[in-house]
Each structure stands twice: as C-alpha cells, then as structure tokens.
C-alpha cells in the first residue's frame, strides 16, 4: 500500500505528524501533553494496545493505526462517552466512504456484521480549567490477513474488501468526522451522539452476554445506551446498566 504522507492528510486545525515505528501512537501523544490539537499516524506499532491492556495487532505499513490529541472541555463523568462519540464519528465516515454496512458494537469495536472492522480506544489525563486532556486511537484493518483471523479466532473484515481508497485519504476522512464529533460533543454533550450510535448498533434487539469487568456474566436483551453511556440490557429481572464488560456472544432475541 502506499505510505502514509503528512502533506496528503488534510484535517483544518490538527498538526499531522507521522513516524515510521512508535509503541503506541496513543501512548506518545498520552504523554506529550500538548495544547494544541495533534494526529500522529504510525506505519507501526510495536506495543499497540487495545481494551481493557489486550495488544492491538496491526500489519506494518498496510494497516491503519493514528491518534489524536485534544483538549476537552466537559465535566469528568462525561468522559466516558468519549469512546462511543469516537465509534458513531468513524462509523459515519466510513460510511460515506462506501463502507455502507459499518456499525458498532459496545463498547468500542468498528463493525460490518459479525466481522471486527477496527478498534477504538480513548485514554484521558486531568488538565488545567477543567479541559482535559483526551486521545482518542483509531485502528482499522485494511488488508484482508487470513493469518490474522485464524490468530484471533474470529471474524475479522478489511477495508479492502468494500471500498478502494487510500491510507492517506482514510485517515483524512476518519479525523475530520472526529474532530467535528468531537466539537459536537464539547457544546452539547452526549445526546445527540447517543442517538445516533443506537441507530448504528449491531446488536440492537440481541440477546446478549456480557462478561463484567469482575469476571462474572450477564445476559439480556440489547436495548440501547443509557444517557451516561452504559450499556443498557432487559433481564428477567428488570432493566441492567453495564457500565464496564465486553460483549461475549450475541443471539436473535
């Protein structure tokens, strides 16, 4: 595929930086702590991370992995819609792309079906005046690795299998979708992207089992996100917010 170029990624207001090699494109922009708004894109992680610590695995210079830096002014409990504002930014970008059957699966995966798309993660620092510090990593796979699937013991879609377009012009796509997002959600919170990213859900009306951040399970109809963000699922005994878990299975009601 073809390199990633700084001068061919156009996204007004953010600095675009890119490196040949990095840990993780997240963890180098974590730490810079920078005012101003920065997307740093990497031909290759050596330590790219995904949820909950799992490794994010990539192909060196044929798959997608960037971040961007940004400073958010919302109160600190809203930040954990942060990753889901990310999702319905890049699940519409790719769909405008022509990647028609995108969607989204809680908390934080880019889907197409029952085929893993791409990852989001967002990781946040305190900051000054109640801004804080946000980076939002975007992974997305390009080119179809049959060694990948059999790896990861799963489905797993490509780029490449829908739509032909450039790295460069991907990521342009992406990160303009987010900022604007990102904007959105800065002066009108949540809601609004809420919507949006119920419209976009995979397992919308699912009976499904989600394993909780403690080990144990939980299973139930998929009825949407509660206004924080939470997972919300009908069980036999009423209404349950999930607030942290990972979706295990999923099953027609």
Partial sequence: MERLQAALIDVPGVEVRIVERCTSTNSVLLSSAEERTVLLAAEEQTAGRGQRGRRWQSAPGADL??????????????????????????????????????????????????AKLG?????????????????????????????RERRLRRAVASIEEFVAVSRNRLITCLARSLVAALER?????????????????????????????????????????????????????????????????????
């Fill in 119 to 147: 990852g989001i993660l967002v990781e946040t620092r305190a900051g000054e005046h109640r801004a804080a510090h946000a980076v939002i990593g975007i992974g997305i796979n390009c080119v179809r690795d049959a060694q």
């Fill in 65 to 114: 992995t960037f971040s961007v830096a940004r400073r958010i002014q919302r109160p600190v409990r809203e930040l954990a819609a942060l990753s889901l504002v990310a999702g319905v930014a890049a699940a519409t970008a790719l769909r405008a792309l022509g990647v028609a059957a995108a969607s989204l699966k809680w908390p934080n995966d880019l889907m197409v079906g029952d």
């Fill in 185 to 253: 959600f800065e002066a009108d919170g949540f809601e609004a992207a809420r919507a949006q990213w119920e419209r976009m859900d995979v397992h919308a009306g699912k009976k499904l089992r989600v394993r909780l951040a403690n080990g144990r399970s939980v299973s139930g109809i998929g009825s949407g996100l509660a206004a924080d963000g939470s997972l919300r699922l009908l069980t036999r005994r009423g209404e349950r917010r999930v607030h942290s878990g990972r979706i295990v299975s999923a099953r027609l009601a």
